[in-house]
């Protein structure tokens, strides 16, 4: 039995095994499991990762869903917005820079940046 295992009451790994989310099984076996599931780009092209990629403007940014963007002159909404769907890409399925939505994306989030090297925008003027 594998070293974290030993310190959990319950084995997780029959409910994240049988998930119906194709990405929660492929990480649970490559991660969990130390098996060789192979590349991770598949995940790119599942339905719940391809809706996230809808969208993305020809800047590299997305559109912020919300319905009164105005409200907040000083939120940078489509950054915001960017940070999400950039988070989710990268977080649940593995996106990398390989893939050119999130190579777009990055130099978006990157042409916000000020000159002293922070980027602001998201959260007002933070």
Sequence with gaps: MSLWRIKLS???L?????SKYEAVRYFTRRDLLNEDVGPVS???????SRRL????????SWLYPGKNPERYPDVNYRLLETFKRLRLLVGKYAFDRSHPVVERAAEYVLSCQTEEGDIRGAYASQ
């Design 53 to 60: 990629l809808r969208g993305q403007q020809d800047d590299g």
């Design 42 to 48: 598949p995940l790119w092209d599942l339905p719940e």
């Design 14 to 18: 029959e409910p994240l095994l049988a």
């Design 10 to 12: 319950l084995n997780p």
